[in-house]
């Protein structure tokens, strides 16, 4: 790897942090400057950790100036799991959120995350908006390669409270997976599942981990009173051939892994009894 590079403020290097926040970013510099540009004012117990793949917009350099804690360098793109492993890897709190950069965290928030992630034990994120304020669906249903053909193809009514959760009331819900986006789980959590898996470059990397959260004894939960906006600007809605080659080298090895996902919603169900129990209330 190329030099860490690293700013610290002086509260967190006296102090040790509570909470982690690692960002990966690639050519990530206009999303950071709308979602992160918080005046420098990152709380005090809370460091804010950057993990960069080889931009060439100066990524890392405004990170720094945005208060990151910790600027990570590499040398080339290694996709979105390696580089959210090396950010845990160097990051200190015992509360760890995986956090894209085009999400606005709302500091005040993190407390109610963690109180939910430790009382349920568990993966959590916070309820994610689109800009204009309506809800994201960033809690999912089984990921049946059928409904997510449905999904790219506008199938979205459909596909409501089925593959497309929300948490719309006051209520936490539990979900079969979360978007990236936003991830967040207690350390002890994370190291039970080794965190992310480094076989994923880029996409099926949360699917995976939400699976293996639970097939670990760890529910998956999306929390209603913690409400962020996300910008959600996903590379393969472009016609370029490289993000939909990453895609579907990631699909391939993650319907290898789960093959059940590739038939109907009651094979998934028998092979995942208490995902279904406990997202659709059904055994």
């Known amino acids: 790897m190329r030099a860490v590079s690293g700013i610290v403020n002086n509260a967190s290097s006296q102090v040790t942090p509570w909470c982690s926040l690692i960002t990966v970013t690639y050519n990530s ?8 540009d918080h005046d420098g004012a990152i709380p005090d117990g809370v460091e804010w950790i950057v993990v960069d793949n080889c931009s060439s917009d100066g990524s890392a350099d405004l990170a720094r100036e ?27 709190g015992e509360f760890v959120g995986f956090v894209n950069p085009d999400v606005r965290v709302v500091f005040s928030e993190l407390s109610d995350l963690q109180s939910v992630a430790v009382t349920e034990n568990g993966i959590v994120s916070p309820q994610l908006l689109n800009a204009d304020g309506s809800l994201q669906p960033n809690g ?3 990921p049946l390669l059928a409904d997510k053909v449905r999904n790219r193809l506008g199938g979205e009514q ?17 979900v079969c997976w979360l978007m990236g986006a936003s991830i967040f789980a207690t350390r002890v959590v994370l190291n039970e599942l080794n965190a992310w898996d480094p076989h994923f470059f880029l996409y099926y990397e949360d699917k ?18 913690s409400r962020w906006t996300h910008g ?11 993000p939909w080659k990453r895609e579907i080298a990631s699909m391939l090895k993650f319907y290898w892994r789960y093959p059940e996902f590739l038939f109907n919603k009651r094979l998934a169900a028998r ?3 208490r995902i279904n129990l406990e997202v659709f209330g059904s055994a």
Do not use: M
Not at 29 to 36: K, M, N, S
Not at 208 to 225: E, K, M, N, Q, Y
Not at 232 to 242: F, S
């Open 158 to 174: 459909e596909l409501r409270n089925r593959y497309l959760l929300y948490s719309e009331s006051a209520k936490s819900r539990k």
């Open 66 to 92: 945005l208060g990151a804690t910790l600027v990570i360098e590499q040398t080339s793109n290694v996709g979105f799991s390696s580089s959210n492993n090396r950010g845990f890897e160097s990051s200190r």
């Open 208 to 225: 995976d981990i939400c699976l293996r959260s639970w097939r670990a004894g760890f529910p998956v939960i999306l929390v209603s009173t």
């Open 29 to 36: 510099r206009d999303a950071l400057q709308e979602f992160w």
């Open 232 to 242: 959600w600007a996903r590379e393969t809605k472009a016609a370029r051939a490289l």
């Open 271 to 273: 092979t995942h009894r």
């Open 140 to 142: 999912r249903g089984f």
